[in-house]
């Protein structure tokens, strides 16, 4: 466990059902307000309530819609181009992780003297010059809750995340009507995306109290409400459920951190555009496995804040049927576990291999060391749906 941590969380949380609400009394004192969203938020109608309680508040609006799934660093700063052109004073993020992340980075990189590109090398050179409000449409990413912007690098292959502690939302709206009408699959990947926050916060090797009582509560949260939240469109409690486990898991973030999960996760979007929930989704129980032996005692932690049964069985078992729990999940949601409907082959092991291992801020996380051989491994299991020991 950690010596030394760290907490950073978002200035004002607002939660729960009507909180939306809150956006009137928020905006008073701005005058313009750019709106970070996409083309399917517009579409299913989520901008409408935020947007009136944004005329009712007096200030006018800019919507920049044109954010992608999984934006490049270019893709970036186009949109923070934008931004700089509207002349807003305060950032509204209404969207998905991809949303968010652009919304908080846009808040350090409206300036003259440095741009995306540099911050990749330099994420400190940021320095934050806009308020921004930040209100989740899915319940799964936490980006509201972290100083994390993740995007992709192309000609490395990679996604990478810049990290500055400026980027800390200013506000948080956490809504559960905002993912009522949340299609399935995205509810479902997102949602997993959570579960691998909380669970790799928890055994990381920045794991500390305050990182660990979040991660805690968010697992707890997720194994008791995930399959409702995303099968019944009707469960408002188990959606603000999630809403908030995915906030602390975020929050979990800023203090521990993720591990190897997500290190060998940002080459499959970076490289075949994968999902970044689905991505972790595949590489969760992977990864875990290999784990078991060196995080015995937190999965057996984490069984007994769970209630997952009795509490006399040894730690392994205890290991065992948390495991178990995260499958179920995964099987229930039916996410994919393997990279066959994504075209990724063998002759693909060196590239993922050579890129995996590029990502020391999050190994170093990993309880247990990967090797590039532990990495070809995982790799290959996920691509030949089977487990087998490498060459």
């Known amino acids: 466990m950690a010596a030394q941590y760290c907490l ?58 044109e954010l992608p799934s999984e934006p490049t660093y270019a893709q970036a700063q186009k949109i923070i181009d934008e931004f700089k052109a509207s002349g807003a004073d305060v950032i509204v993020g209404i969207g998905g992780g ?52 993740i995007v992709a690098v192309p000609e490395k292959e990679l996604k990478v995340g810049i990290v500055n502690p400026a980027m800390i939302a200013d506000y948080v709206i956490l809504d559960g009507s905002m993912i009522k009408k949340l299609p399935l699959p995205i509810a479902a990947a997102t949602g997993i995306d959570a579960m691998a926050h909380a669970v790799e916060c928890y055994t990381s090797n920045k794991a ?7 991660a805690g509560e968010a697992v707890k ?11 019944n469109p009707e ?10 486990a995915a906030f602390y898991a975020g929050a979990a973030i800023t203090s521990s951190g993720t591990t190897a999960v997500h290190a060998l996760s940002y080459p499959l979007g970076g490289k075949y555009h994968i999902a970044h929930g689905i991505s972790n989704a595949i590489l969760l129980m992977p990864v875990m ?36 729990r995260m499958e179920e ?25 050579e890129a995996g291992m590029q990502v020391t801020r999050l190994l170093d996380n990993n309880k247990k060391k990967v090797t590039p051989q532990d990495a070809r491994k ?3 299991e996920i691509i030949s749906g089977r487990r087998k020991e490498d060459d």
């Open 289 to 324: 496995r290999f784990n078991k032996d060196a995080c015995l005692e937190e999965l057996s932690q984490i069984y007994d804040m769970t209630e997952l049964g009795e509490r006399s069985i040894r730690a392994g078992d205890k290991a065992d049927k948390v495991l178990r």
């Open 98 to 149: 991809s949303v968010l992340d652009i919304a908080k980075l846009s808040s350090v990189a409206a300036s003259e003297e440095y741009g995306v590109k540099e911050l990749l090398d330099e994420p400190l050179l940021g320095k934050k010059k806009t308020d921004t409000i930040l209100i989740p449409t899915t319940a799964g990413t936490g980006s509201e809750a972290t100083p994390n912007s």
């Open 8 to 65: 950073r969380m978002p200035g004002n949380v607002y939660c729960g059902e009507g909180a939306l609400s809150q956006l009137r009394g928020i905006l008073s004192g701005y005058q313009k307000a750019a709106v970070f969203t996409d083309k399917g938020i517009e579409k299913a109608g989520l901008l409408d309530e935020p947007v009136k309680y944004m005329k009712e508040a007096g200030v006018d609006t800019v919507i920049l819609d």
């Open 329 to 353: 999940i995964i099987a229930n949601l039916k996410v994919p576990v393997t990279l066959e409907q994504f075209h990724v082959e063998e002759k693909d092991l060196d590239s993922l291999v």
């Open 208 to 214: 500390n109290p305050v990182s660990n009582l979040f």
């Open 235 to 244: 469960a408002a409690a188990a959606k603000n459920n999630m809403l908030l």
């Open 378 to 380: 995982i790799y290959r």
């Open 221 to 231: 949260l997720i194994f008791h409400n995930i399959e409702e939240a995303c099968l």
